[in-house]
């Protein structure tokens, strides 16, 4: 019961994070057109498992969307942040020696091979977080350009116009093929910074519990 509520406050929190760094950034406020609305729900589901990470992104949605609401269809693209959980929750199960972020007792011993292992479990990481990185780039995208050609496909006139900012660059290109190549460049950067900033968090964290616990 005590893990539940704890996991419970790390969700609200996580969703409050990720609302406020979203306002931040995808308002162009400092210039940089970037989403960041799933950092946290990548250190949730890194720390929580898939359901707890699903809840975050779900309550980020909706919540985010509520404050600045524009029509029903932008819920939806709950399903980004769902589709982002589950994508990083099976990448924690296949990749778990080098996304494990719970120290192992042995790793404390002070050994010349675990030293000498260390470089390589960093490599590991990173190489790991980079391709989930991607992934993650092109099936969010994909998802956004199909969930925002629907939105524009049934959409009324009261309903805010979703094409892609970037959609002169695309011209030549079908409809729905646009709003998906569209938003690769920024799903690039926003991916590989939200991956490695929601891996970094859970890591910390993880350290942290793991070191009260040997207290």
Known sequence: MRKIAL?????????????????????????LPLYMD??????????????????TGVLTNIIGHTMNFWGWEG???SLCNILTALIT????????????FISNKNENENTSFFKSRRLDNIMSKIFVLMLLSFILCFTISIMGGLIASFIEIIKTPQSV?????????YSGLPFVL????SRIPINIIDRIIS????????????KVVNKVKIK
């Open 75 to 77: 819920y939806l693209f």
């Open 195 to 206: 991956v490695f900033a929601g891996f970094g968090i859970a890591y910390v964290m993880g």
């Open 178 to 181: 646009r709003e998906i190549v």
């Open 7 to 31: 996991m419970f406050l790390l969700c609200v929190f996580g969703t409050a994070l990720n609302i406020f760094f979203n306002k931040i950034f995808a308002g162009s406020g400092i210039g």
């Open 89 to 100: 929750w099976k990448f924690s199960r296949i990749f778990f020696s080098e996304l494990t």
């Open 38 to 55: 799933t950092i946290f729900t990548i250190t949730v589901t890194f720390i929580g498992g898939l359901f707890w990470g699903c809840l």
């Open 161 to 169: 116009n979703l094409a892609s900012q970037y959609s002169d660059f």
